[in-house]
């Protein structure tokens, strides 16, 4: 049962403009949720987190925003970049503990 | 500041013949998790281990596979007799504080069984 899903599997966007990656949960119990970029041949590497309690968190050219009623968070870069492209998880846990990952959206920056 | 280290990065095997991997966390990261990433999946946690007692093991298949961290610090998962569908990359995460989430991982261990 997948409880966090990522529709889409990849995304390609023109170096400049905005990516967008969008990831759904079913589990209402979910408060922490978590973005990580991952690169070939290496581990996922933490990016940027959102609570429960808050409906957008920014960190530079990174901003994540919650939607808790429809259950729905979304990873935005702007502007994005060629270093950019990557895989990106989402990630959420009800417990702080567990977390429930997506099968990931590849993102390609194209120059 | 080093990061955390696995070994060995990839590693063939047959079916039903055993294989163990090993993780050394970062330098005072109490928490240690081994996940499992089949492709084209997300990672799906094994276990978490808190210093060297099992948090949540609620998904490791333990008639195959087993898991230690007997001194707090580093930590083995084996598998055996391993199986056609553990075919998938094994990552290695710690963390200094639980309930933040910002788990740092490994580079992981790839594990084709033929």
């Known amino acids: 049962d997948q409880q966090v899903k990522q529709n889409s599997p990849s995304l390609s966007v023109q170096e400049g403009r905005i990516s967008i990656l969008n990831c759904d949960y079913t589990?209402?119990?979910?408060?922490?949720f978590l973005w990580y970029k991952k690169y070939p041949a290496e581990g996922p590497t933490f990016l940027i987190s959102i609570s429960s309690i808050k409906d957008k968190n920014e960190d530079g050219r990174f901003t994540v925003f919650l939607n808790k009623s429809a259950k729905h968070l979304s990873l935005h870069i702007v502007p994005s970049q060629p270093g950019d492209s990557a895989v990106y998880f989402c990630?959420?846990?009800?417990?702080?503990?567990?977390?429930?990952f997506g099968t990931g959206t590849s993102l390609t920056v194209i120059p | 500041e080093a990061g955390v280290a696995q070994s060995p990065r990839y590693k063939i095997i047959e079916k039903r013949q055993s294989v163990a991997f090993w993780c050394n966390p970062i330098s005072g990261h109490a928490t240690l998790y081994w996940y499992q990433q089949i492709l084209g999946q997300g990672p799906k946690l094994l276990i978490q281990?808190?210093?060297?007692?099992?948090?949540?093991d609620s998904q490791l298949p333990k008639d195959r596979f087993s898991a230690e961290r007997l001194k707090g610090v580093d930590s083995t998962l084996k598998i055996q007799p391993a199986k056609l569908e553990d075919s998938a990359v094994y990552l290695c995460?710690?963390?200094?504080?639980?309930?933040?989430?910002?788990?740092?991982f490994g580079e992981g261990s790839r594990l084709t069984v033929l």
């Open positions: 995460a710690s963390c200094l504080q639980p309930g933040t989430g910002e788990l740092f």
């Open positions: 589990n209402s119990m979910f408060d922490y």
């Open positions: 990630a959420a846990s009800a417990t702080g503990n567990q977390f429930y």
């Open positions: 281990f808190q210093n060297n007692g099992v948090v949540d």
